[in-house]
């Protein structure tokens, strides 16, 4: 069992920056693909990065080159920087994590965090 908890959203003006965290339980975190999704008002949850156990990572195009996906095992901890924030990035963000090789699926994640809103102004 894992329980995840992300900190860090907030309102940011666009052209900003921002840094997520995403905490997690259990004594296996390193066993642990993660990810980062996002969810905005009537769309579906799509993933943003992934990160493999070995540190393998995948960006969505939207993201590509402006944000990062890193984890810190010793801390049980995966972050996403954001840099230069769009109004288009709005979204509650989701961290997720599986014990299997990653995905770009929502389906296959086994655990979720309650969430964190970003909210980038024009």
């Known amino acids: 069992q894992v329980q995840l908890a992300e900190s860090g959203g907030g309102l940011v003006q666009a052209g900003g920056s921002l840094s997520l965290s995403c905490a997690a339980s259990?004594?296996?975190?390193?066993?642990?693909?993660m990810g980062w999704f996002r969810q905005a008002p009537g769309k579906e949850r799509d993933i943003v990065a992934g990160?493999?156990?070995?540190?393998?990572?995948y960006y969505a195009d939207p993201v590509r080159g402006r944000f990062t996906i890193s984890r810190e095992n010793a801390k049980n901890t995966v972050y996403l920087r954001m840099n230069r924030l769009k109004p288009e990035d709005t979204a509650v963000y989701y961290c997720?994590?599986?014990?299997?090789?990653?995905?770009?699926?929502?389906?296959?994640?086994?655990?979720w965090g309650q969430g964190t809103q970003v909210t980038v102004s024009s």
């Open positions: 997720a994590a599986r014990d299997r090789g990653s995905s770009y699926y929502a389906a296959d994640y086994d655990y």
């Open positions: 990160i493999s156990w070995s540190g393998s990572t």
């Open positions: 259990g004594r296996t975190f390193s066993n642990y693909a």
